[in-house]
């Protein structure tokens, strides 16, 4: 089953910038699927925060953005907040000769020090 | 507002069967397709299948050939996933997501998970 690749854990401190990378493959990012991405706090549902690359659902804050080139995408959270100390995780559409399918990333643990 | 809820946890033996239900309410229940995704300790999200809560049509991935079955009920807005033959790989877990749009889409509203434990 395809993919997709996130570092285990990125942190900054309260008012940082930081990016969380996602890369692929040529069977689902670089086939230009798009790339989701969702937040998870611990014992909580994953929440989405970012669609269709750079899309923002109403409610999530300008300080999210997502990019997106190539096999790989990021998401970018500026002005760090204590709140924002979550998991991230992307997610895409796999099209390889297994079959359709829906996949994730590994999940990235962010810690605002 | 959307919602989907799925209640408790449970522990089963190594060969037994867990069924999973996950109550939409919100919307229109026929107009979307719900998917099954679940998370073992420590690891990665991993989908299972989906089901067209619309029509019944259903597709699951090829990992859980023959074990994984889904199932709706229209009338009380209630979609089930049934997993048979577990072993203990299968503790995880268990979400059921609502899917935006058909393929290339992102799970917009999920329920909060169903936690199945197997162990001897």
């Known amino acids: 089953q395809s993919v997709l690749t996130q570092p285990p854990s990125v942190s900054g401190a309260p008012g940082q910038r930081v990016t969380i990378s996602c890369t692929g493959s040529s069977s689902n990012i670089g086939a230009g699927y798009h790339v989701n991405w969702y937040q998870q706090l611990p014992g909580t549902a994953p929440k989405v925060l970012m669609f269709a690359n750079t899309n923002r659902p109403s409610g999530v804050p300008d300080r999210f953005s997502g990019s997106k080139s190539g096999t790989s995408a990021s998401l970018a959270i500026t002005g760090l907040q204590a709140e924002d100390e979550a998991d991230y995780f992307c997610?895409?559409?796999?099209?390889?000769?297994?079959?359709?399918?829906?996949?994730f990333g590994g999940g990235t643990k962010l810690t605002v020090l | 507002q959307v919602q989907l809820v799925q209640s408790g946890a449970e522990v089963k033996k190594p060969g037994a069967s867990v069924r999973i239900s996950c109550k939409a309410s919100g919307y229109i229940f026929g107009t979307y397709i719900i998917h099954w995704v679940r998370q073992a300790p420590g690891q990665r999200l991993e989908w299972m299948g989906w089901?067209?809560?619309?029509?019944?049509?259903?597709k699951h991935s090829q990992k859980f050939q023959g074990r994984v079955t889904l199932t709706r009920d229209s009338s009380a807005s209630t979609v089930y996933m049934q997993l048979s033959s577990l072993r203990s790989e299968d503790t995880a877990l268990y979400f059921c997501?609502?899917?935006?749009?058909?393929?290339?889409?992102?799970?917009?509203?999920w329920g909060q998970g169903f936690l199945v434990t197997v162990a001897s």
């Open positions: 997501a609502r899917m935006s749009g058909v393929y290339d889409s992102h799970f917009d509203y």
């Open positions: 997610q895409s559409f796999d099209s390889s000769l297994s079959g359709p399918n829906w996949v």
């Open positions: 089901i067209n809560a619309g029509n019944g049509n259903t």
